[in-house]
């Protein structure tokens, strides 16, 4: 089994910043990526940033540019630093995590993040 544990989410003003943490544990083996995912009320989730072990990181159009994805290896964690948070990018916001291209895909419960001022 694997755990996938967020934190940092929070209540932060349009223009601030937040970041995200998400912690693998369990059967860790090769990870082939990890990512973020976020979900607004009323709307579909939708991928926000992926980063594989030694790949280019990829990002969501409208965060590029204000958020940047790491990742630790050694601690099988995956950060997501948030600038210049808008009120759009108000959601819960899942960790993933993929051991093979193909999947399958698990998730962690979730850390909400409202942007409000």
């Known amino acids: 089994q694997v755990q996938l544990v967020e934190s940092g989410g929070g209540l932060v003003q349009p223009g601030g910043s937040l970041r995200l943490s998400c912690t693998a544990s369990?059967?860790?083996?090769?990870?082939?990526?990890m990512g973020w995912s976020r979900q607004a009320p009323g709307k579909q989730r939708q991928l926000v940033a992926t980063?594989?072990?030694?790949?280019?990181?990829n990002y969501l159009d409208s965060v590029k540019g204000r958020f940047t994805i790491s990742r630790d290896n050694a601690k099988n964690t995956v950060y997501l630093q948030m600038n210049s948070l808008k009120p759009e990018d108000t959601g819960v916001y899942y960790c993933?995590?993929?051991?093979?291209?193909?999947?399958?895909?698990?998730w962690g419960q979730g850390t909400q993040v409202t942007v409000s001022s």
């Open positions: 993933k995590l993929r051991f093979r291209q193909l999947g399958p895909d698990y």
């Open positions: 369990g059967s860790i083996n090769d990870i082939y990526d």
């Open positions: 980063a594989t072990g030694t790949g280019s990181p």
